[in-house]
């Protein structure tokens, strides 16, 4: 069965509101930033529920409203609107942004797709999400930020898609950037009678912050990274790494970890540990932490892995706070340190795997300070190394998102989404995070396999939490 299609009605550019857009301007990539260079985009992706909506009216009534606030949000986001781009007298890449800039934004309406089944919980094909995500257009010479995809289904409701560039912004940057504009057209609806500039400004926590001098760097890793990214492909070209491509043997599925869930999983952990004989007091077991643990111990045995093969996990943090000193809260850019760890498959297969697990990430998280999260050229070289396939050969487990993000806040006007997915997992082999959508205090947990890999993953997951 071939992957639902899409009309394109219309690709244009959305270019900033503001009389001082002819002003170009130019945004550094510090070495959070370099690090995610040639990082393929994170493609997420909102369904907005509404059965009255016909073409007719979308594209009179909606469509307008998001087009303008967009444009209004990238007059407090200029860089989104410019490229990345690394001139031959440049040490490192950087954004820059020349006036009549913009941001590709697609319209489409989809052919034949069911809106609730693909903003459903249970298993959809991979492929059925692609037609709704946007290409941003990255080149030898330049990359795109972000792009941007409004799909229409008829009666139904419509998505947004966004594909932003990592090396410019994290998860934290990316979900603020959507709450902007969210609120901008929210602001639309509830004050029509106001003037554009009353209607564009943002509340203190959405401005965001583009001082890059708040990042300390004495080491220069900025061009570090830069330069061994260059090393790594012997070309400035910005061309992103090469992904799997996304075959019709893969299925999407989400699983929900209630409080109650989570609480239960937390008390077993606790009891595993002092079982055997060490203290539980001191160890991290966040929703964060306990939504990985389980969710990579059904993978590794999803998989099928042997009990000797390398398993890599760890931990990604915001690490605004983490730094010294910390960094403002509305920071815009990448600030995100990791801590990883390389275990045996044996141990998260065995009995206790999950405690195994939560136990290493927990120690991960402690580890998050100082050198750790401030950048380390021989980490760096290490990573590089994992992506050419060099040194051991391990299966490697990684998340995307989080449920500190509040994705299902993004109420352009319309009420929150109806549900939210990571697609890009469909090429990474992530796991993604995203808090319930319910209000619950739960979390989601997004999960592409191959359908036979998929029936074992749900069983354990579910199993997993019950017993």
């Known amino acids: 069965m071939a992957a639902a299609s899409v009309k394109i009605h219309e690709a244009i550019k959305v270019t900033p509101f503001s009389s001082d857009s002819t002003t170009s301007f130019t945004?550094?990539?510090?070495?959070f930033d370099n690090f995610w260079l040639k990082f393929p985009p994170v493609e997420r992706?909102?369904?907005y529920q509404s059965c009255d909506l016909t073409w007719d009216?979308?594209?009179?009534?909606?469509?307008?409203k998001l087009k303008h606030s967009l444009s209004l949000t990238l007059h407090h986001y200029l860089p989104l609107a410019g490229h990345i781009m690394w001139p031959l007298e440049a040490p490192k890449?950087?954004?820059y942004f020349f006036p009549n800039d913009g941001v590709s934004f697609t319209v489409a309406e989809s052919n034949n797709a069911d809106f609730n089944h693909l903003s459903s919980n249970g298993i959809r094909r991979a492929v059925e999400f692609r037609p709704l995500v946007p290409q941003p257009s990255i080149s030898d010479d330049k990359a795109e930020v972000i792009a941007i995809q409004i799909t229409l289904f008829p009666n139904q409701g419509f998505s947004i898609a966004i594909s932003s560039h990592h090396a410019v912004l994290d998860g934290k940057s990316s979900t603020m950037f959507v709450k902007s504009w969210a609120y901008l057209c929210k602001q639309l609806q509830l004050q029509e009678d106001k003037n554009d500039v009353v209607l564009s400004s943002l509340p203190l926590q959405l401005t965001p912050c583009f001082d890059r001098s708040v990042i300390k760097d004495p080491k220069g890793l900025d061009v570090v990274y830069a330069n061994h990214w260059l090393e790594f492909a012997n070309t400035r070209s910005l061309k992103v790494i090469p992904m799997k491509q996304v075959n019709s043997d893969l299925v999407r599925m989400t699983f929900e970890m209630r409080p109650e869930d989570i609480t239960k999983l937390r008390d077993k952990i606790k009891e595993n540990i002092l079982q055997a004989g060490k203290s539980a007091e001191q160890l991290h077991l966040s929703t964060h932490v306990l939504a990985c643990a389980h969710s990579y111990v059904c993978l590794v045995k999803a998989y099928g892995e042997e009990a000797d093969t390398n398993v890599m996990f760890g931990v990604a943090a915001d690490c605004r706070s983490r730094l010294d000193p910390p960094l403002p809260v509305?920071?815009?850019?990448?600030?995100v340190g990791g801590q990883g760890t390389v275990q045996k498959a044996s141990y998260l297969m065995g009995e206790n795997g999950v405690a195994f697990v939560a136990e290493k990430l927990s120690g991960c998280i402690k580890e998050l300070k100082g050198d750790v999260i401030e950048g380390s050229e021989d980490k760096f070289v290490?990573?590089?190394?994992?992506m050419k396939g060099e040194g051991l050969q391990q299966r490697i487990l990684s998340v995307a998102g989080s449920n500190r993000f509040d994705v299902y806040g993004s109420d352009f006007g319309l009420g929150k989404p109806k549900k939210v997915e990571i697609v890009s997992i469909d090429k990474t082999g992530a796991i993604s995070l995203?808090?319930?959508?319910d209000g619950s205090g739960g979390i989601e947990v997004g999960v592409v396999l191959e359908k036979q890999q998929m029936e074992v993953f749900a069983s354990l997951f579910t199993d997993g939490l019950q017993s």
């Open 27 to 31: 945004l550094p990539l510090t070495y």
């Open 45 to 47: 992706l909102f369904f």
């Open 57 to 64: 009216s979308f594209s009179s009534v909606i469509l307008p």
């Open 93 to 95: 890449p950087a954004v």
């Open 330 to 335: 509305n920071y815009f850019g990448n600030c």
């Open 382 to 386: 290490n990573a590089l190394g994992m």
């Open 434 to 437: 995203a808090e319930s959508g």
